[in-house]
């Protein structure tokens, strides 16, 4: 995928509706998002790994993409979830570095763009709003969140690092979510009945918003998800590529939770929240997507279309990237198989303060 840079520019801290207002809480955040690059070569060899992982994964014949994810579809119910073993040999870290033979396959499996996620990745990862579409119970915890949803299938793999220690965080909750293939959020399918014909706002901040869907569907969860960060501090996911709605870059959100409790009913409650955020992909390949199924079939395609990354509104693309542009937001994303149609894998390191608790401005 193309490199992506973002001209840098005297970026604005955040400015999405919760955002930081008294002086100690812009400090906080100006503080938060200035933290250093030390953590440089610690991230790239975190994000090489878990490539390496993969690869070998693909190269010595691992069911991948197949049975080792694919979910059982029990007759009448939504597919049931792969658990962490299945989805991946418990010791697939351990295997890429230490046998001899897949030593010799990594000698020819270059991580081309190890240097460029060193230097990007190695910062505080930028808070943003989590935005109108959170629910704050009911994320059930799993790997896979795709249940019915047809798209594109996409792996994301999201390392976490504390920027304190420098080192992978294991046993934090990465809580995910997303609109689907035509960019719609679990639980918000309509619009409010008197803002039926709304038309996205013109110019200012909110350029191409609509108002906020209203939950109208408590029981739909699809395409949200939380899984805990494994030893390697990594979480990973099955999905679809997420659509696009009015206004927004295609994006996923994310919360990371250094304490919750789970629910008996498979869900959790969060406890310390570490950080709020969302992530993005290569705008060409989101127009590549764009002419897929059933992406074609998004209802503002003919309308409206699909909002660029640069155009984003309420500036949380550029946000994300932090206020001096240090951070990328941007997956780095690989093809699963011989085209784009087999799916698509998609990297990306958070730095997160595991000490920090982001409370009071950001909970709705
Ligand atoms: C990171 O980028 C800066 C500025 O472009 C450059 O000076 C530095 O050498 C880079 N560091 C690494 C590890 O690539
Ligand atoms: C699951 O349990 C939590 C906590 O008791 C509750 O808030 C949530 O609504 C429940 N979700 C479902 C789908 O029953
Ligand atoms: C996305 O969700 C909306 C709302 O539930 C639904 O109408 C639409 O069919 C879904 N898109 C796809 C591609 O299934
Ligand atoms: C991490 O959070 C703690 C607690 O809020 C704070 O004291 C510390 O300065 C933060 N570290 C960085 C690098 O921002």
Redesign the pocket.
């Known amino acids: 995928m193309l490199a992506f840079l973002f001209p840098l520019a005297a970026l604005a801290i955040v400015s999405a509706h919760q955002e930081p207002k008294t002086d100690a809480e812009i400090e906080t955040q100006r503080a938060l998002q200035r933290a250093a690059y030390y953590c440089a070569p610690a991230v790239g060899e975190f994000t090489a790994a878990r490539k390496r992982a993969w690869q070998q994964q693909v190269l010595s014949g691992l069911p991948l993409n197949q049975a080792a994810f694919a979910p059982s579809i029990p007759s009448g119910g939504i597919p049931a979830l792969p658990t962490d073993d299945e989805l991946f040999d418990s010791e697939t870290y351990e295997a890429t570095s230490t046998s001899k033979s897949n030593q010799e396959i990594l000698a020819c499996n270059v991580v081309e763009d190890e240097t460029e996620i060193q230097n990007n990745t190695c910062v505080l990862t930028p808070i943003v709003t989590e935005g109108p579409y959170y629910h704050n119970?009911?994320h059930p915890i799993r790997q896979n969140i795709a249940e019915y949803q047809i798209g594109l299938l996409t792996y994301l793999d999201i390392g976490v690092i504390d920027i304190n220690t420098c080192k992978p965080l294991p046993n934090v909750l990465v809580d995910i979510w997303q609109a689907n293939a035509t960019g719609h959020y679990a639980g918000h399918p309509d619009p409010a009945p008197h803002l039926v014909n709304e038309k996205p706002q013109v110019g200012g901040k909110r350029a191409g918003l609509l108002s906020a869907f209203p939950r109208t569907n408590?029981?739909e969860?699809w395409l949200r998800g939380a899984w805990e960060t494994d030893s390697h501090g990594v979480a990973r996911f099955t999905t679809i590529f997420p659509g696009y709605y009015t206004g927004r870059a295609t994006h996923v959100h994310a919360k990371v939770f250094t304490s919750w409790s789970e629910?008996?009913?498979?869900?959790f409650?969060g406890g310390k929240l570490a950080h709020v955020g969302q992530f993005f992909f290569e705008d060409d390949l989101n127009m590549q997507i764009d002419k897929m199924f059933p992406y074609v079939e998004n209802p503002i395609r003919d309308i409206r279309g699909r909002t660029r990354n640069w155009r984003d509104s309420l500036n949380i693309f550029e946000d994300s990237h932090g206020p001096e542009g240090e951070y990328d937001p941007i997956f780095k994303m690989h093809l699963l198989g011989g085209v784009i149609n087999q799916g698509l894998v998609g990297f990306i390191t958070m730095g997160v303060n595991a000490s920090h608790e982001a409370d009071n401005w950001w909970k709705p």
Not at 263 to 267: D, F, I, M, Q
């Open positions: 119970s009911g408590y029981h969860q629910n008996k009913n498979g869900t409650t």
